[in-house]
């Protein structure tokens, strides 16, 4: 006679380690594959931004100006229309429509005006700060004037009646493309359950009929088209 013990039946520690390399074989290749269409995502992403932003770039000086003429419009009319007192905004580069005619704008009308500073102690993350003509400014890591940290000038995001984002590519969605930071996508995150609106500005050569997005992307309210 045979012992049973000698046997290891289906189920046995054998089977398991054997089922459990092979699952392990398959995470392996599955894990490979979604790195790897994560990586194409992110290259195409890329390439993506550097077209739209040299597209941007080369607007001519006309164009520019018109472009901001018309979005200071819009924007003058919407939180005229929200009544919005606590605005932040941005101040343009790299081909970006020009903000300073809103902003002072806003200025004169009495409204609080706000812009990002880069968080000093949270990576990844914005505050936004009050932003006056007298102002102190100073260049980030990534060359842009921001308002000198003061803790007194800094604003609670749930008392924002407007965030003006800039972009570097949208669609008829509202899905917007920025420069891969990932700083408005965390400011932005959840803003259906806070008070402020988030609003894009653009330039028309900026949209795209549908755009690449990750589950952390925040589709904009609204983008205003100059």
């Not at 894990?31 to 770039?57: A, D, N």
């Not at 003058?76 to 081909?95: R, T, W």
Request: charged share 15%.
């Amino acid at each position: 006679m045979i012992s049973t013990n000698s046997l290891e039946p289906w189920g046995s520690r054998t089977d398991h380690l054997q089922r459990h390399l092979g699952f392990l074989s398959d995470m392996t290749f599955m894990q490979t594959r979604l790195s790897t269409t994560q990586q194409q995502h992110q290259q195409f992403c890329q390439q993506l931004r550097q077209h739209i932003r040299k597209t941007r770039r080369n607007l001519t000086v006309l164009q520019q100006q018109q472009a901001a003429q018309r979005i200071t419009q819009q924007a003058l009319s919407f939180i005229e229309q929200h009544q919005a007192q606590h605005i932040a905004l941005y101040l343009a580069v790299d081909g970006e429509i020009a903000t300073q005619p809103l902003i002072e704008q806003l200025w004169q009308q009495g409204k609080n005006v706000y812009l990002p500073v880069l968080h000093p102690f949270c990576q990844g993350h914005l505050l936004f700060l009050r932003y006056l003509p007298d102002t102190p400014m100073k260049a980030n890591k990534f060359g842009i004037f921001e308002p000198h940290l003061n803790v007194q000038n800094v604003i609670p995001l749930e008392q924002l009646d407007v965030i003006f984002t800039p972009l570097v590519a949208f669609d008829k969605q509202g899905n917007r493309l920025g420069m891969g930071g990932g700083f408005y996508d965390r400011t932005l995150q959840h803003w259906q359950q806070k008070h402020f609106i988030p609003i894009g500005l653009a330039h028309q050569c900026q949209q795209l009929d549908t755009l690449p997005i990750e589950s952390w992307d925040m589709p904009l309210e609204r983008i205003l088209v100059g």
